[in-house]
């Protein structure tokens, strides 16, 4: 069975330091990867995907940035947090191949911006 | 572009009665429509989804949603709630084509189950 594990669970930053935030997924090779964004009681908001290690596609600007190092791993990091990047960060995956795909969610990491 | 609207931010029933959240959504052709679930701190677990025929799809847990193309809706529907029900639903829209699983997301519906 497929897992996906994603750290930390809970972040409390101050603004202008780094983030880095991590996810990996066992028992799928190659699958595709998705950053989803959730501000407080907001809708989701996708910020990055990538199909294969080394390639990952921005969907929205919101100074972050993310890397596929390995085919099982995927990270959002930025060098200096703002405010408003305060929200629930969510890892997906998906086996990829159409849009028609579903999305296989971890639990998330909740990111506090002081 | 797509986009979806979820018009009630919050609905609360009383156990063993039926529900209906409403969905509607904007897109130039027939997109994949999907119904995904998110428990209090948790990620979000898909119900169900329709990508073509029927247009009454079934889903886990007893949900079922129906896809009204002309009425642009897939709203989701539940004949007899359980207090485990209670979380955030959110209706998805996915452009047909492509391999990114482009979902745009709807801002959800926190549904509260009353025993």
């Known amino acids: 069975a497929q897992t996906i594990h994603q750290w930390p669970v809970a972040e409390i930053k101050a603004v202008g330091s780094p983030l880095s935030l991590g996810c990996t997924i066992k028992?799928?090779?190659?699958?595709?990867l998705y950053w989803y964004w959730q501000a407080t009681g907001g809708t989701l908001q996708q910020l990055f995907y990538s199909i294969t290690v080394g390639q990952v596609e921005s969907v929205v600007q919101l100074n972050l940035s993310a890397s596929r190092p390995k085919d099982d791993q995927f990270i959002l990091s930025t060098e200096k947090l703002l405010l408003s990047h305060s929200g629930f960060y969510l890892c997906?995956?998906?086996?990829?191949?159409?849009?028609?795909?579903?999305?296989?969610f971890g639990s998330g990491t909740r990111l506090t911006v002081l | 572009a797509q986009s979806v609207t979820q018009p009630d931010a919050r609905v609360t029933v009383s156990e063993g009665a039926s529900l209906q959240l409403r969905c509607k959504y904007s897109y130039s052709g027939t997109p994949y429509l999907f119904w995904y679930v998110q428990y209090p701190r948790q990620g979000l677990q898909l119900l169900l989804k329709?990508?073509?025929?029927?247009?009454v799809v079934q889903g886990v847990n007893g949900f079922e949603a129906e896809f009204i193309k002309s009425n642009s809706s897939f709203h989701l529907r539940k004949a007899s709630v359980h207090w485990s029900d209670s979380a955030v639903y959110f209706c998805?829209?996915?452009?047909?084509?492509?391999?990114?699983?482009?979902?745009?997301f709807g801002k959800g519906t926190k549904l509260s189950v009353k025993s």
């Open positions: 028992g799928k090779s190659s699958p595709n």
């Open positions: 329709y990508y073509s025929g029927d247009p």
């Open positions: 997906a995956w998906s086996l990829g191949g159409s849009s028609a795909e579903t999305l296989y």
């Open positions: 998805a829209v996915s452009p047909q084509g492509g391999s990114n699983a482009k979902l745009t």
